[in-house]
C-alpha cells in the first residue's frame, strides 16, 4: 500500500512543491484554515485532497482510512516565535500549534516527522501574564515546552534530531536561516543533506569543491524596463 504524504498548515503549497520535487510526486493531503491559499493549492496540486480547516479538527484517522503515512510535514504559524514580531503580546493557541504534531504521532504514527519554523522555535516556553493581563513569554523558562514537545515524541518511539539551516547553502538566492526538526520511528538514520554551496571566499568555493551563493540579482529579468524609485 502506498505511503501517504501529509502537509499540515499547508498555505499556498511553497511546501508542498518542495515534497513533491524531493519526492516525485505530489503530497496526498493538504490542510489548511484559509480558503485563498486552499485554492492556490488546489490549483499547483489538483490531485492532492485539500482540508479547509482548523489542523486541531481534522481527525488524522479519517484522513488517512488506515492507509500508512510515510511523512507528515508541519510548518506551523512562526510569528509568536520571531524575533520580528518584537514585543507585542502572543496568543497561547497559535504558540502551540506546533503540538498537532504529537497528536498524528499518536494516532497514525508517520514514518517520518518534519517540522519546520524560525530559529527561535528552540525558546518556546511557558507564557506568563502581565499587569494588562497580556501574554508573553517567560524569559526565566526558555526552551522548556521545546524540551516537552520533543519528550512527547520521544515517548511515541521516534528518535529526533534537529537544526539550524541556512537556504543559500543549498542553492536558494537568500540567507534566511530556518529551524529544522526530523522525527523517524522505522529505525533508520536521519541523514541531513550536504551543503551544496558557500560564501564565495570560502576555500571550498574557491577550490571548486562547493558552488558559491547564488544572488537575489540571479532572480531578475534585467531586460524588463524598471524606472527608479528616484525618478517616479
Not at 520535487?21 to 484554515?33: E, K, L, Q
Amino acid at each position: 500500500m502506498k505511503e501517504l504524504i501529509v502537509d499540515n498548515f499547508a498555505g499556498g503549497g511553497g511546501a508542498s512543491t518542495g515534497i513533491e520535487s524531493a519526492t516525485g510526486r505530489s503530497v496526498d493531503i493538504a490542510i489548511n484554515h484559509n480558503e485563498v491559499a486552499i485554492k492556490m493549492h488546489k490549483t499547483n496540486h489538483p490531485t492532492t485532497k485539500h482540508y479547509i480547516e482548523d489542523v486541531w479538527e481534522v481527525d488524522p484517522l479519517e484522513a488517512t482510512q488506515g492507509r500508512p503515512v510515510g511523512l507528515a510535514w508541519f510548518s506551523p504559524d512562526c510569528r509568536h516565535f520571531s524575533k520580528a514580531k518584537g514585543s507585542k503580546p502572543v496568543d497561547k493557541n497559535i504558540r502551540g500549534l506546533a503540538w498537532v504534531a504529537v497528536k498524528w504521532a499518536k494516532l497514525v504514527k508517520p514514518r517520518v516527522i518534519m517540522l519546520e519554523n524560525v530559529e527561535e522555535f528552540k525558546t518556546w516556553g511557558p507564557l506568563k501574564e502581565n499587569s494588562k493581563g497580556e501574554l508573553y513569554p517567560d524569559p526565566n523558562k526558555k526552551g522548556q515546552t521545546f524540551h516537552l514537545f520533543i519528550k512527547a515524541l520521544e515517548k511515541q518511539g521516534y528518535k529526533v534530531d534537529f537544526r539550524e539551516l541556512r537556504a543559500c547553502d543549498y542553492g536558494a538566492p537568500t540567507t534566511r536561516k530556518r529551524f529544522f526538526m526530523i522525527a523517524r520511528c522505522d529505525k533508520k538514520p536521519i541523514v541531513w543533506p550536504e551543503p551544496t554551496h558557500g560564501h564565495p571566499e570560502q576555500i571550498e568555493v574557491r577550490m571548486g569543491m562547493l558552488k558559491p551563493w547564488r544572488t537575489a540579482g540571479e532572480c531578475i529579468d534585467w531586460s524588463i524596463p524598471c524606472p527608479s524609485i528616484f525618478t517616479r
